[in-house]
T-cell receptor, first 111, second 112 residues
Framework: EDQVTQSPEALRLQEGESSSLNCSYT??????LFWYRQDPGKGPEFLFT???AGEEKEKERLKATLTKKESFLHITAPKPEDSATYLC????????????FGTGTRLQVTL | SQTIHQWPATLVQPVGSPLSLECTVE??????LYWYRQAAGRGLQLLFY??????ISSEVPQNLSASRPQDRQFILSSKKLLLSDSGFYLC???????????FGAGTRLSVL
């Protein structure tokens, strides 16, 4: 059974204070690791897909990296608008792409 | 471009009442469709998925059912709601050949 564990559960940063979110996963055959951003009361918004160890993707202040056991979402010089819950998910089922999600990291960026 | 619609956004229902949540996708054909539930402090739980009209796979035994009467329409139903059915319900779609899922805005269901 696929498993995804995210840490920390919550993270409070000051504006400009860089940090990383962790996603550890166990899957028999990784067909993709996904990062989503979710604002309160909204549906998750797709950020990145990573497919193989060593792969990196960037979008504005966010950078996602992947190893064989975990993924990191690095946030550089965050702004208050980066405050959200960040969800990690894995696709270990190629046919139907059934995603297994972690419980998320709730990020708060203050002035 | 493709868009996904879910309604209603918020719903308050008494225990034992029926439920019907609807999801539609525009701008694509033959999408794979998914229903998830998100409970407070827990990850998204896959409830149902569909690869085509009339084809429904259930992931979790429960009080809910799903139907896909048209190519781009996915419906989540219940005959009698339980308190434990409360939660945030999300519909998602993906194109065949891609494994990226895109989510709707969600429905907040409170069963009282």
């Amino acid at each position: 059974e696929d498993q995804v564990t995210q840490s920390p559960e919550a993270l409070r940063l000051q504006e400009g204070e860089s940090s990383s979110l962790n996603c550890s996963y166990t899957v028999s055959g990784l067909r993709g690791l996904f990062w989503y951003r979710q604002d309160p009361g909204k549906g998750p918004e797709f950020l990145f897909t990573l497919y193989s160890a060593g792969e990196e993707k960037e979008k504005e202040r966010l950078k996602a990296t992947l190893t064989k056991k975990e993924s990191f979402l690095h946030i550089t010089a965050p702004k208050p608008e980066d405050s959200a819950t960040y969800l990690c998910a894995v696709d270990g089922d190629g046919t139907a792409s059934k995603l297994t999600f972690g419980t998320g990291t709730r990020l708060q960026v203050t002035l | 471009s493709q868009t996904i619609h879910q309604w209603p956004a918020t719903l308050v229902q008494p225990v034992g009442s029926p439920l019907s949540l609807e999801c539609t996708v525009e701008g694509t054909s033959n999408p794979n469709l998914y229903w998830y539930r998100q409970a407070a402090g827990r990850g998204l739980q896959l409830l149902f998925y569909s690869v085509g009209i009339g084809q429904i796979s259930s992931e979790v035994p429960q009080n809910l059912s799903a139907s896909r009467p048209q190519d781009r329409q996915f419906i989540l139903s219940s005959k009698k709601l339980l308190l434990s059915d409360s939660g945030f319900y999300l519909c998602a779609w993906r194109l065949t050949g891609s494994n990226i899922q895109y989510f709707g805005a969600g429905t907040r269901l409170s069963v009282l």
